[in-house]
């Protein structure tokens, strides 16, 4: 079954410091991976994916995530956390492989509540 | 610019009263998708759409219809409201599979 994991509910973070939310995934085939943010209040925002190509993706806002095939992770990083990136962090995959049964939906994990203190 | 407009907001509905949830996009997107979101289990997936006149069950389909007559709209409807579906309620669409998906703001439902 596929299925995504965010094995943490909530990170806590020093501004300045650096940041990273995890994610591993289990899916038939090559994965198609997303993360998206949350504001309060807010519809979710795409950050970045993952397709093909370079294991280390750049997105959004100074984000990036770094593939891991044989780890099946997709862990989000940034360099120097910001008080405004607190927010909820949602990793999802989509395996292109199965089009046919899943219609490519987008499979979430449960978030994960970043939080950067002053 | 629009992207994906969600109406209502806010709504509060009685036990046992229907209501359609609307949403439209004006993107040209293919697939569209309802998701509930509750506190502690992220998003769950209640129907799809992969082109007008084609539809599908997520995981979470009971208590809820939905059909797409055309591209651009895909309410979802409430057949008889239980307090179990009180959520907040996420359209998304997508041009095509291998593409993140553009979210509305959301439905803020709360059955009482």
């Known amino acids: 079954a596929q299925s995504v994991a965010q094995p943490e509910d909530q990170v806590n973070v020093a501004e300045g410091n650096p940041l990273t939310v995890k994610c591993t995934y289990s899916v038939s085939g090559n994965p198609y991976l997303f993360w998206y943010v949350q504001y309060p209040n807010r519809g979710l925002q795409f950050l970045l994916k993952?397709?093909?190509?370079?294991?280390l993706v750049k997105g959004s806002y100074g984000f990036e995530a770094e593939f891991n095939k044989s780890q099946t992770s997709f862990h989000l990083k940034k360099p120097s956390a910001l008080v405004s990136d607190s927010a909820l962090y949602f990793c999802a995959v989509r395996d292109h492989m199965n089009y046919g049964g899943s219609q490519g939906n987008l499979i979430f994990g449960k978030g994960t509540k970043l939080s950067v203190k002053p | 610019n629009a992207g994906v407009t969600q109406t209502p907001k806010f709504q509060v509905l009685k036990t046992g009263q229907s209501m359609t949830l609307q949403c439209a996009q004006d993107m040209n997107h293919e697939y569209m998708s309802w998701y509930r979101q509750d506190p502690g289990m992220g998003l769950r997936l209640i129907h799809y759409?992969?082109?007008?006149?084609?539809?599908d069950q997520g995981e979470v389909p009971n208590g809820y219809n939905v059909s797409r007559s055309t591209t651009e709209d895909f309410p979802l409807r409430l057949l008889s409201a239980a307090p179990s579906q009180t959520s907040v309620y996420f359209c998304?669409?997508?041009?095509?599979?291998?593409?993140?998906?553009?979210f509305g703001s959301g439905t803020r439902l709360t059955v009482v």
């Open positions: 998304a669409s997508s041009y095509s599979k291998g593409y993140g998906y553009t």
């Open positions: 759409s992969v082109g007008a006149g084609i539809t």
């Open positions: 993952y397709i093909t190509g370079d294991n």
